[in-house]
Each structure stands twice: as structure tokens, then as C-alpha cells.
């Protein structure tokens, strides 16, 4: 499977923003996924999970209010919908996935097999 995320850039603070990941090689459908952020000098940390069937959602305190994740597996797809955006919210943002046969959210980086190459986001006046 190979994941590919778009829709990074530069935002004003309390802009919004959309991020995508397009999955292919093998439908959305068999996959757990997540989108993790690193920024410079900090480990890379989950800001959103999803279960394979989109409807089990998790987010750390940090980002709950104001990203939303969400999963189109007919489209092979999925999404964060990030609003409110803080300066704080500058990283590198990447998409994850990996195999499950639940509807098990994985919140661990250490689950996930699948990363894409990384979008950057940056909040700034």
C-alpha cells in the first residue's frame, strides 16, 4: 500500500485547513489509520485516528474541538479538517495506516506499517 498526503501550507493563526491522504495498492477499507505531526526538535505524536470503518474516532486533548478526521473508503481516501489553527500547530503532518481486522483506533505509532511522505503545515501572521 502506498499513502500519499496533500493539502499542506501556510495559515494564519485561527485559519483552517484540509489535509488528504489518498491510499493506494489496497482499498482504505482494510486499514486502521491515523495522521501523526512532528515539528522540529519533537517526537512525532498522533493527532487523529480512525477505525477501518470510519466510525471510531481519537483524538489527544491537544487538537479535540478542532480537528476532525475522516475516512471515504470508496474514494480510497482520508482526511483531517483542522480549524482554529495555533502557531503550536506547525509540523510536518504525515498519514499512517496499517492492517486490522477490528474496528480497533490505534493511537501508538509503533502500530502503524504505512506512512506517507509528509505534508508541512505552517501557522504563522
Known amino acids: 500500500v502506498q499513502l500519499q498526503a496533500s493539502g499542506g501550507g501556510l495559515v494564519q493563526p485561527g485559519g483552517s485547513l484540509r489535509l488528504s491522504c489518498a491510499v493506494s495498492?489496497?482499498?482504505?477499507?482494510?486499514?486502521?489509520m491515523g495522521w501523526f505531526r512532528q515539528a522540529p526538535g519533537k517526537e512525532r505524536e498522533i493527532v487523529a485516528a480512525i477505525s477501518r470503518g470510519g466510525t471510531v474516532r481519537e483524538y489527544p486533548a491537544s487538537v479535540k474541538g478542532r480537528f476532525t478526521i475522516s475516512k471515504e473508503n470508496a474514494k480510497n481516501a482520508m482526511y483531517l479538517q483542522m480549524r482554529i489553527l495555533k502557531p503550536e500547530d506547525t509540523a510536518v503532518y504525515y498519514c499512517a495506516a496499517t492492517d486490522t481486522v477490528s474496528g480497533e483506533v490505534l493511537t501508538t505509532r509503533s502500530r502503524y506499517l504505512y506512512w506517507g511522505q509528509g505534508t508541512q503545515v505552517t501557522v504563522s501572521s
Open positions: 495498492g489496497r482499498p482504505a477499507s482494510y486499514y486502521a
